[in-house]
């Protein structure tokens, strides 16, 4: 049957199919309709205009969402061989009308009915923006697949390379055949299947012939109708108007708004999700923009990415791979080399055989990461235009591959960057991910991975609600978070993003609500979960400037909190697991009061002299560090903590060597239960701490591991076991292979372990003072501070 057979010329095309666009262009060319009607949602009429703007670059999509619910959206994606988007440009070079006949998205995005089956844009819309029908997706019928099989093809793809894009122009009647095979194919496969397992489409099929009729009221039989081929047979079948109207009435509406959105070729790709994607968008754009031997410019593109990468790819390389790829066309049967033997022979002759270049031209060539543009003229909402605003004053450009961020915040220019990239984040536009800066380790530098995403249109619409600027949104939404947060955990977590997004405005609601809520919380360990993001906060923001007294002080009193909540949260029977949490706890509390209480007075000697007092100071370093020696000498708390606590001592300075050596003593006497003394052994040796250089330079220490190892149970070794491997299998092997030689060597070599004032070979038993002062100066002109500042490290260093 002719596609213009008694109605309307109906082209039956493939989404984003290359040979489906050079056909329809060919086919609108011979039969010059007086309109064009496109599968689409009719309220994407009024934006059809900008598709001849000079700033309109594909692939862009047209995003239509639900007014109050942006996050409820679907896309139409185009691309440049898109047959809909070859269509619509016809049709305007030419002033014909065009318009979309697809089912409104009011109706598509509005919640469905329990007695009937959704109506929605499946085919040309993104189907990851919709909700699926529950099982019946999972049967969905393939009918490329369906025909490539009855073809004797095991491979969709090839069958379609083979019967559509490879075929030659033929004339002017060669696009009507190609649509009349096609069509007859789709009748044939609708007869047995149905609709396939897309319930949605006899409701869209209606509503496309309500269209129909009414542009043949309009234009007569002399239009065209640009639409997946599945459709086909559905538009030519004899129905009346008054059963689609039955089919219509009823269902549920909701207002909606549409505009354009960039897209990208990866997410036309059927691996990203797209349900009418295809697998190889950047070889399907390189067909349908070639104008002759595709083969031999694929083949030179390929070459040039490889020298790019600084692979030895010349011209001869590209000679013989378009050889060899016509020859296994020629073997295989197949009219012209398609994907499959342009990547084989790419692999043989330019890759070495090698699948690791191939990854990358697969990456980059096959798929793509081209991102489309849209006109300023695009309707958007205020917060989208602000941004656009904001990225072209600080020169962000968007782009779909990953791009590395280095930013100095030292610099205005850089610090404005991270300020928009961590607001962005905060109102849920994950456009940047923070990373590990290379090469520093200092607060004034920050590091990005960028990557733009066509998704992120439907975050700034959905964050629209908020304010009109970035920076009244995030201050809105960083409000209402702390007034809705339902932990102490979140409101610090607020607080550090408010001041990395330079929130100033927000911050007292935040300060509020997280005091209020630590006034509140007795749980010592999310108090203690919470103090390490203040600290971190106070450290970001003394380097952006932000004034954050009033987060000190609430820090501050947070540390107290956990001072005092700490040690009797310590003694309460934890089991193993919850032993190793609070473990954790201490480690990053000690680490948070060490930032905390830089600007404490100190005046503490900085060792314990034994004789039993604190040596606190009622600074919060004091105060801190009297918390651990109770935690140390505290029978009841778990062995892990314990060992941990005088770990944290001793590294600071504020226990003496002969007080540690006791305190191991008692943790390792014959009185203690052997899996609480492996603990305290891994509390205070565990190996991502440094334990292994400490034992290698104090063989007293070694030496009473040693002794108790020795004496341990062969019963209760085994219980252990598990735990020494854990704490000595992380070591360094260099330090593995010393502390090895000194257990070897024994006592004989190197004295009695435990002999007061013995010192390991090539050390002095007590620290020189003159020898230490001698580094000062070097420490002051490295930290390139002048004299006086920064004394803190230097007493460090000494």
Same mark, same amino acid.
């Given at each position: ?15 984003? @199919?290359?040979?489906?666009a050079r056909a329809v262009l060919a ?39 639900? +007014? ?11 691309? #440049?061989?898109? $047959?809909?988007?070859? *269509? ?26 329990? #007695?009937?089956? $959704? ?107 640009? =639409? ?14 008054? +059963?689609?109207?039955? &089919? ?10 549409t505009t354009w959105v960039p897209w ?53 390389? %590209? ?29 043989? %002759?330019? =890759? ?41 004053? &600080? ?40 990373t590990a800066s290379r090469g520093s ?22 964050? @629209?609600?908020?304010?009109?600027? %970035? ?36 911050? $007292? +609601?935040?300060?509020?609500?997280? +005091? ?53 949260? =310590? ?14 706890? %201490? ?30 100071? @009622? ?32 590294? #600071? ?19 203690? *239960? ?84 013995? *010192? ?24 390139? @501070? ?13």
């Open positions: 049957m002719s596609p213009r057979a008694a109605g309307p010329l109906l082209l039956g095309v493939r989404h984003h @199919g290359p040979g489906s086919a609108l060319d011979a039969a010059q309709p007086k309109a064009v009607l496109i599968e689409g949602p009719p309220e994407g009429d009024a934006l059809l205009p900008l598709a001849a703007d000079p700033g309109m670059r594909p692939p862009v999509a047209l995003l239509a969402h639900v +007014a109050d619910d942006p996050g409820r959206a679907a896309f139409w994606p185009l691309a #440049d061989f898109s $047959p809909e988007w070859v *269509a619509i440009r016809w049709a305007q070079s030419r002033q014909v009308p065009v318009r979309f006949i697809d089912l409104p998205a009011a109706h598509s995005l509005a919640p469905a009915a329990p #007695d009937r089956p $959704p109506g929605g844009a499946q085919d040309g819309a993104d189907a990851e923006a919709e909700e699926e029908d529950g099982p019946a997706a999972a049967v969905r019928l393939d009918p490329l697949a369906v025909l490539a099989e009855t073809a004797g093809y095991e491979d969709p793809e090839r069958w379609w390379e083979d019967v559509v894009e490879h075929r030659g122009s033929g004339g002017r009647t060669a696009p009507l055949a190609a649509f009349e095979a096609l069509g007859e194919a789709m009748t044939a496969l609708r007869e047995v299947y149905g609709d396939g397992g897309h319930p949605r489409d006899p409701v869209r099929e209606a509503y496309m012939r309500q269209r129909i009729r009414a542009a043949r009221r309009e234009f007569g039989d002399d239009h065209a109708v640009v =639409c997946g081929a599945w459709h086909v047979p559905a538009l030519r079948a004899k129905t009346t108007a008054a +059963a689609d109207k039955a &089919l219509l009435t009823g269902l549920p509406k909701v207002k909606v708004e990208t070729h990866r997410r036309l790709a059927r691996s990203g999700g797209y349900g009418a994607g295809i697998a190889s968008p950047g070889w399907y754009a390189h067909l349908f923009a070639a104008p002759d031997r595709p083969v031999e410019r694929w083949l030179t593109k390929v070459a040039g990415l490889l020298r790019a990468e600084d692979r030895q790819v010349s011209s001869a390389h %590209v000679i013989e791979a378009v050889r060899l790829a016509q020859t296994l066309a020629a073997m295989r049967g197949r009219p012209l080399p398609g994907l499959g033997e342009t990547l084989e022979a790419a692999r043989a %002759v330019m =890759c070495e055989g090698s699948d690791v270049p191939l990854a990358l031209i697969q990456d980059r060539l096959v798929v793509g990461d081209v991102l489309g543009e849209v006109p300023d003229a695009a309707p958007v909402v205020p917060l989208q235009r602000d941004l656009t605003r904001l990225q072209r004053s &600080l020169r962000l450009k968007a782009e779909a591959q990953d791009r590395e961020l280095e930013l100095d915040l030292r610099k205005d220019t850089d610090s404005a960057k991270s300020l928009l990239l961590h607001r962005l984040r905060l109102l849920g536009i994950g456009w940047g991910t923070p380790t200092g607060t004034f530098r920050e590091s990005w991975r960028l990557r733009w995403e066509p998704e992120l249109s439907v975050r700034i619409a959905e964050a @629209g609600i908020w304010g009109t600027t %970035v920076l009244a949104a995030a201050t809105a939404k960083a409000e209402a978070d702390a007034a809705a947060a339902a932990e102490l955990g979140e409101v610090t977590a607020l607080a550090e993003q408010c001041l990395l997004a330079g929130l100033s405005r927000a911050l $007292p +609601a935040v300060l509020r609500a997280l +005091a209020d809520r630590a006034a509140l919380d007795t749980d010592v360990a999310r108090l203690a979960r919470a103090l390490p993001a203040l600290a971190r906060s106070l450290r970001y923001g003394d380097v952006r400037g932000t004034d954050t007294a009033a987060l000190g002080r609430v820090a501050a009193g947070l540390a107290e909190r956990i001072c005092v909540a700490l040690p009797p949260a =310590c003694a309460t029977g934890l089991d193993a697991d919850a032993a190793a949490e609070l473990r954790g706890h %201490v480690d990053a509390v000690h680490a948070a009061i060490g930032l905390l209480g830089r600007d404490d007075a100190d005046t503490t000697d900085g060792a314990d002299d034994g004789d039993g007092d604190d040596g606190t100071d @009622g600074g919060l370093r004091g105060r801190w560090a009297a918390v651990l020696r109770t935690l140390a000498g505290r029978d009841t708390v778990p062995g892990l903590i314990r060992g941990r606590a005088v770990r944290l001592l001793l590294d #600071d300075g504020a226990l003496a060597a002969e007080e540690t050596a006791r305190l191991m003593g008692l943790a390792l006497s014959p009185a203690a *239960a052997p899996a609480d003394a492996a603990g305290w052994i891994e509390g205070f040796a565990g190996g991502a701490s440094g334990g292994g250089t400490l034992l290698v330079h104090d063989e007293r220490l070694l030496g009473l591991i040693d002794s108790w190892l020795s004496g341990v149970p062969e019963r209760a070794f085994v219980d252990v076991l598990p735990l020494l491997r854990r704490t000595f299998g992380a070591y360094e092997p260099g330090v593995k292979r010393t502390l090895g030689e000194l257990v070897r060597r024994g006592p004989a070599a190197g004295g009695t372990p435990a002999a007061a004032g013995a *010192a390991p070979e090539g050390f002095g038993p007590e620290l020189d003072p003159e020898r230490a002062d001698a580094v000062v100066a070097l420490v002051r002109m490295l930290l390139a @501070g002048p004299r006086g500042a920064d004394d803190d490290l230097v007493e460090a260093a000494r």
